[in-house]
């Protein structure tokens, strides 16, 4: 392929010694290939087009006629175009716009838009010069993002990141701060859960509660009213601490001895998808009820000389399909399925410490229950109002 | 770039391979269709059922159906078709 981009020609030799020229070719380091000898004194061979020209010193005294058979190669395509002006001046007009695009912006992706409306970072990324079809910012793009930055409150973080048509922003949403009470206000530390208390340190206030105390919400764990029981006047503080314990996390689910579950049907059918700069041009329709795409992978060299990216895959239909399942199917589903029930009830910020599962079986329905044990804080700040 | 011979004796005193650096042919054979003949002097005859290399060792002849010189260079000829033979001939 190499060598026919630098254009060749394919040459017909014919005359008493054909070899005789082939040594004369070989001494003066010219390189031959695909050289075939139909019949005695004529022979075809190609070799590279630059070469050409020193063929005809060396056939002089070797009683040899070269004719060209065929010119092939990237030079001889453009030389064609020498006839076809119009086409040549497309394809230059496509060259030009296409390298002009290319130091463009064409598709804008925001992602980690929870709260800030995705509109509302695209008008921010507008008003900084970055929207489609715009040229690449100047500038650096630190001081663009610190400037995006400095216009929101709501967002903690962004990215801008530029690869080559597409732009990429990427937001870190701030956390909204819970609104806490004025310190002089007389409170106490109650409980929203109930569970098993495993550490109390009360910073201000009294504690009601001691290690191994089993609670229930509303329960006082820190009291702020610190009165003394000989005292006149009541005395009331701004209770606050770290209150930990130990919530018991329960959940079961039941296993059904048959299951339904999709299942290959056998048939399949050809998916492909063409985008350009990102944006999907052309998609298969799926030809199934249910399906499942697989086996996507790229097709051709586009994507790294060309913004456009092809895609073929295999569409293979998905059909329901009933079985008996085993006490060990039952038994796994049943306690996969509690698992993550009680995980979900587990807050973000809880340590996990303990985990027990159990599995019984009830008129031929597998039951499993698990119950995580978790740590974590259960003390809550509340206005003392009586 | 032709590659540089040395004399038999500097290869020798050198400890090195013959065929890596002096003027010896080398014949390497993939399968029953592709030969390599290395440091030839020239071709002698060639058709699609023959072809006679010169070497340093006498000429060569390899025979065959089909027979195509895919490359042909300074040191190099790469013979593909069915092969069937080949041989050093005496007297050339």
């Not at chain 1, 030079?75 to 230059?92: E, I, M, N, V």
């Not at chain 2, 592709?34 to 006498?58: C, K, M, P, Q, V």
């Amino acid at each position: 392929m190499w060598r026919q981009a630098g254009g060749c020609v394919i040459i017909r030799v014919t005359g008493k010694s054909p070899e005789r020229l082939l040594n004369r070719l070989n001494g003066a380091g010219i390189s031959v290939w695909d050289v075939h000898a139909p019949r005695r004194g004529e022979m075809t061979l190609m070799l590279r087009a630059r070469d050409f020209p020193k063929l005809r010193p060396l056939r002089r005294d070797c009683g040899c006629e070269i004719h060209i058979e065929k010119r092939i190669g990237l030079p001889f395509r453009l030389l064609q175009l020498r006839f076809r002006k119009t086409l040549a001046a497309g394809l230059l007009a496509a060259l030009a716009l296409l390298i002009a695009a290319s130091t463009r912006i064409w598709v804008i992706e925001v992602t980690g838009c929870s709260n800030v409306p995705e509109e509302t970072v695209l008008r921010y990324l507008a008003e900084q010069g970055i929207r489609v079809g715009a040229p690449w910012p100047e500038g650096p793009l630190y001081e663009l993002v610190r400037r995006i930055h400095a216009g929101d409150e709501r967002i903690a973080w962004i990215g801008v990141y530029l690869d080559g048509v597409l732009c990429r922003a990427e937001i870190v949403e701030s956390v909204p701060l819970e609104p806490t009470l004025d310190q002089s206000v007389p409170t106490d530390v109650v409980a929203v859960k109930g569970g098993v208390i495993s550490y109390i340190a009360p910073y201000n206030g009294k504690a009601s509660v001691a290690v191994g105390d089993e609670v229930k919400p509303g329960d006082i764990l820190i009291r702020g009213d610190i009165t003394r029981e000989d005292a006149e006047e009541r005395l009331l503080v701004h209770a606050h601490g770290l209150v930990m314990a130990r919530i018991y996390y329960f959940s079961e689910a039941a296993a059904l001895p048959t299951v339904t579950e999709p299942a290959d049907s056998g048939r399949t059918a050809p998916y492909r998808r063409v985008s350009i700069a990102g944006q999907t041009t052309y998609e298969s329709i799926p030809p199934y009820d249910a399906w499942e795409l697989r086996d996507v992978r790229a097709a051709g060299p586009f994507g790294t000389l060309l913004p456009i990216r092809i895609e073929t895959g295999t569409f293979y239909e998905r059909i329901e399909n009933t079985r008996q399942r085993t006490p060990e199917e039952m038994a796994e589903a049943a306690l996969t399925e509690a698992g993550s029930r009680a995980y979900d009830q587990v807050p973000k910020s809880a340590a996990i410490v303990d985990k027990t599962v159990s599995v019984t079986q009830r008129d031929g329905v597998t039951i499993g229950v698990v119950c995580i044990v978790a740590e974590e804080s259960i003390g809550y700040t509340k206005e003392i109002t009586n | 770039m032709a590659r540089v011979k040395l004399p038999e004796k500097w290869n020798r005193a050198l400890d090195l391979p013959r065929e890596v650096s002096s003027a010896v042919p080398r014949l390497t054979l993939v399968g029953r269709d592709e030969l390599l003949l290395e440091n030839h002097r020239g071709i002698l005859a060639y058709s699609d059922r023959e072809a006679r290399f010169l070497t340093a060792a006498g000429a060569v002849k390899i025979e065959g159906e089909s027979l195509i010189l895919s490359e042909f260079t300074e040191d190099t000829a790469f013979v593909c078709g069915r092969l069937t033979s080949w041989r050093f001939e005496d007297g050339i």
